[in-house]
């Protein structure tokens, strides 16, 4: 009797694993039809992107960027402050991950864009200054709300590599 019980089970398994490249498949398919789309959106955003930092106009760039997040930060209207980027041309030079891209400016220098998918679109993160200074870490008792610094100008590209 155990042993017709075992012959069902090997049976049933069989048969199980027969199907299950059949219920995999839609999901692969889906998850490749997802990584295409996201990398043709981003695609389409590193043309942008060039075109706005070629035209070097504020609204152009800060319209690529996430503003809102900037604003959450208690950072001041983009269009209180001025833009800085470096010198041009500024062009896509390597993809670091899906996330950070690598350009270069006309002088020959390197510079990392941040994005972020913010509602299925591309931003790129704000930042007061192209290259930040060393941050010493906060000590765990100071828990407190700190002021939010006073920032000068804004740029979405940063110094790459960063600064030790």
Known sequence: ??????IRLALLGACLAGFAPLAAEPVASQTAGAEAEASVRREAFLKRAE???????????AAMAD???WRAAGY?????LPMSLPPGPIVFEK????SEEIFRDGGDRRWRLLLRDVKG???????PEPCP???????????GERPTPKV???TVLECWPLPK
């Open 1 to 6: 009797m155990m042993f017709l019980s075992m």
């Open 51 to 61: 075109a706005a930092f070629a035209t070097r106009d504020a609204k152009s760039v």
């Open 67 to 69: 503003v809102e997040a």
């Open 76 to 80: 001041p209207e983009l269009s209180t």
């Open 95 to 98: 993809e670091l991950s899906p």
């Open 121 to 127: 679109e591309y931003l790129t993160v704000v930042r």
């Open 133 to 143: 200074r060393g941050v010493a870490r906060a000590r765990q008792y100071e828990r």
């Open 152 to 154: 000068q100008t804004w």
